[in-house]
């Protein structure tokens, strides 16, 4: 029997909806080309913000109607965030679904088809479990892999439904990611990034490491450690990982990023805003300086770190000074990329319970205001970068044109080259940038001019 995943929402989905597709497949069901040759459809879904809830909504209510019409015997159903959210509700605004799993859910997602097979439909599954142990298993001939190593969010911020859909804080044992880790490298993955919500917290809130156990270069904090552990494994040639908060940028953490070879020059780690009244009311946990010392600290001590970051634009109470903060905090960090948000209230969260006050036109002239400035801020410091050598993990053909091929630099650029003869995807080249712009980096592969 053949099923189609289709994901929305953040890496973590991605990472689950592999997951779960492993799990089909060793149960016997075979992956579909596509939706139209699928007898199961699953939808994993995010709740992040209304829009990404409407997204789903509105393609489920499009499946459900093209199988009543067109395929009477296909199964619909829903993974992910909204399904913990929403429950059986979820049942009353999608009418024909087959299925909802939540997040703690998945691995029992074939006993749920078994339901609905014999005829339950809809089944629901929103157990949740005190230590949830993730499910591995990944679609084979990928180059990169996301490994779950921290489950849940403790942290709280006001704003935030991934704590409510998520569930509490947990780690998985560092024997288990480094198992999974060395395991993906023997099928040929080269890249990994290790995600957790606030992914600094790794083993925080559970003992994650066999008694005994030492660290060879004196790394006395769990999540330091890990890395050390995973750097170690063989074949491995990258390591990433997300996100990151300033809490957890330690001397400890930005020395294993200055010492281990894999590790990249690259972080992930939300600001959100730049104005201290609004971090407060957001319970971030850190002040617009606190943001600054850690990065400052990651900047010194990883020469040409590239940062990446989220805000959210139009919090409760964020005045056209706060915005303006923000704007030029992100002007002095220097970000290399940032994603940003228009506030959207979550009902169960406490900033639900405040004023929506910043109109939406507003909302989204200051998303475009960031925007621009992103754009601008970008093309200068990949304009910086023409007439330097960068390492790129080779990827193929670029999506655009087939003739020339792309990879990405250790601090996750697009790089755009001319292949050569022996340069295959897997490998690491060095190619030399001579055009930029806000997007990608274009190049030709070192001493490859030589030769023609
Ligand atoms: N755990 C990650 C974030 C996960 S959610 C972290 O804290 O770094 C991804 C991003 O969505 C957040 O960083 C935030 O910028 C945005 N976001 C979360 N809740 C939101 C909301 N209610 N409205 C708008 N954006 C939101
Ligand atoms: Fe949400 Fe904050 Fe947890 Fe990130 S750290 S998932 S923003 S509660
Ligand atoms: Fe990710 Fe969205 Fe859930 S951001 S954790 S899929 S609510």
Redesign the pocket.
Known sequence: MKFHVVTYG?QMNVRDSEAVSALLMRQGYERAEGEADAEIIVVNTCS??GKAEAKALGKLGLLVADSRRNHPDRVIGVMGCMVQRLGAELFKKVPGLGFGVGTHAFSRLPLVLQEVFEGKMPVLDVAEDDAPEALTGHIEGALSAFVNILLG?DRR?T????PYVRGREWSRPVDRVVDEVRELTTKGVCEVTLLG??VMNYGRRNEVWPEGSTSPGGYETPFPRLLEAVDAIEGLERVRFT?GHPSGCTTELTRAMAELPSVCEHLHL?L?SGSDPILEQMRRGYTADQFRQAARALQAAVPGVALST???VGFPGETAEDFERTRAFMDEIGFDNAFI????P?SGTPAAEWPDDVPDEEKMRRNKVLLEDQTRRVEAINAALVGQRVNVLVEGPSLRNAARWSGRTRTNKVVVFDPVPGVERGGCVDVDVERVTATTLYGTIEGSRLNI
């Open positions: 953040c992040v913000r969010c911020c704003y935030c439904i991934v919500q606030s996100s939300p959100q989220d805000i959210i948000f228009k506030y959207s979550r």
